[in-house]
């Protein structure tokens, strides 16, 4: 999917406005505006600069899963107790904390107000209502179970944000560390190891590599600190925007897949939001090539967003779902193989809903795996470096002993 650049004015207030937006070719991405409300003036693929430079996009903030969750869950229960659409949208805009939520509910009580359907409204707004979402309530209004619309979806926020709470939690820890372990180096680097080095500046002992070593970097730190911190922000800031480039992206995705570590939890947690994402989309009424679409967009890894589109130029061709899963190679063999009785029984929705359940559970054991697994690594890893420094400090010590001894 490539990023495009483009001018564009507003259908209703006529006013012009400028942006990126991600699709497969021009067409699709003129389109996408259309359907935004928007009339595309000028759509060009977005150069390096264009991408790299949008500072905006580079820290924005995505609403949280748990807002999302909570919002859909407010709206069922007005709706269900008959309030209006437009005086749900209106109450919610007021009680919403979140900013971004806020700006979205706002826009999209304004376009409810002026006729538009909510789904509409929504479109408007991608970067706060996720698609998912979007095609969910669309098929909500067509069918008139917008409350079991948004109940699904409140559902399916709730297990997003569990699994993305058991990730966090799980980094906590190895960030805690990090952390210490940069303070422990930093202290010891500014007083522990001047502190020594001033005992040894009288005595003609020659120091240890290892020594001279980290008696440079302490120097270097006490009066060059701000060349490490302007070092440390500019490399927070370009592995963010190296992130946000397909370079970056298939990059970070290959690691994810690749590395011991990760690739266990990886699998399982795609392997769950696939499954509990098409459910949602086959339970509205969506078709299998659209639901797939739809999927694709919401898988977190690149290459499974890639597997995905395959799928869906071959199911579009009538090939089952299941033998373009198998041949990815990304997925285990228990999702294909499930997803293949679900094909030949006709019951595909409760299959994936069982492999969601499944694959839930599952991402919980591998995340206290890597939990377990993480912190003796990262116990090593202090102690190495701390190691290191204090043995720069003794190196010299040792060498003045041993050259009483010889006296």
Sequence with gaps: MATFKYT?????????????????????????????????????????LDKDLDMGSLFKKKVPVRDMSLFCRQFVSMHRAGVTILESMRMLTEQTENPTLK???????????????????????PDVFPKLLIHMVEAGEASGSLDIAFERMAVQ???????????????????????????????????IVPTFMDMFADMEIDMPKITLAVVAASN????????????????????????KTATGERLIARAAIKIPLLADLTTKQNSAKFARNLSTMLAAGISMPEAVEIVAETMGNKFYQESMRDARTDVMQGVPLSQ????????????????????????IESM?????DYYEEEVETATEALMAALEPLMIIILAAICGTIIGAVMAPMAAMYTGLDNL
């Design 220 to 243: 270097f730190v006490k009066s060059r600190w701000y060349i490490l911190l302007a070092v440390l922000i500019v490399l927070v800031i370009g592995i963010r925007y190296f992130s």
């Design 157 to 191: 926020f709730e297990k997003s944000a569990k699994i993305q709470g058991l990730i966090k939690k799980a980094m906590v820890y190895p960030i805690m560390v990090m952390i210490v372990a940069v303070v422990v180096v930093i202290v010891m680097l500014t007083y």
């Design 324 to 347: 373009p899963l198998e041949r990815s190679g990304l997925f285990p063999p228990m999702v294909y193989h499930m997803v293949r009785i679900g094909e030949e029984t006709g019951n």
């Design 8 to 48: 564009a004015v507003d259908q209703k207030t006529g006013k012009s406005s400028n942006g990126t937006i991600e699709a497969d070719s021009l067409q699709k991405a003129s389109d996408a505006l259309k359907r935004q409300g928007l009339t595309p003036t000028e759509v060009r693929e977005a150069g390096i």
């Design 103 to 125: 700006s979205g509910l706002e826009d999209c009580y304004l376009g409810v107000q002026k006729g538009e359907s909510l789904a509409g409204s929504m479109a408007q707004r």
């Design 352 to 356: 994936l809903d069982t492999l969601a």
